[in-house]
């Protein structure tokens, strides 16, 4: 599959992805590529933003590949446990959140997201009824290697390590991100038409 032949749903995390993250620069260029709005994003509800996720998916008339991007992977995780098998036909993990630590993260924006985290914990740890890579950091401060490693086997999830690159957002230096491109891109010739 190539971008053109998909519908590719940007999943933000907390607080969205501003304007010079790769998430919303890859909205921007990316011509079938439409990010799933929430009501907060400051204060995440899960079944709201699972619904919105799910209604999207519903609403496209290409296949869907999911992309998301921190708190947005671990609401993928629970759109996967809902979704029936065929609705999606991938998702493109980048930097999971590890909202069963969030007790652990630093502060973000000067606020502290553990209470706001807690209403995704606990993760599902079933495997993904479709395809997914997952990009992970060796030093992300809102989920360590092994744990990234540890949801990525359980959901059936590949696991690319990317290094000691942060978080993989802005304050990472990941605006453009053309890694990333180019990785998304070579997952997406891995998924059927």
Known sequence: MRTSDVDILIVPGWSSSGPDHWQSRWERTLKTARRVEQDDWFAPEREAWVGRIIDATVASNR???????????????????????????????????????????????????????????????????????????????????DRANALAEAWGSTLVEAGDVGHVNSASGHGPWPDGVLRFGAFLRTLEA
Do not use: Q
């Open 63 to 145: 296949p869907v590949v999911l992309v998301a991007h921190s708190l947005g992977v671990a609401a993928v995780a629970h759109v996967a446990e809902r979704i029936p098998k065929g609705f999606l036909s991938g998702a493109f993990l980048v930097a999971p959140a590890d909202v069963e630590n969030a007790s652990a993260w630093p502060d973000t924006e000067g606020l502290s997201l553990d209470g706001t985290a807690s209403g995704f914990a606990p993760l599902p740890k079933k495997a993904f009824p479709f395809p997914s890579v997952m990009i992970a950091s060796s030093n992300d401060a809102y989920c360590s290697l």
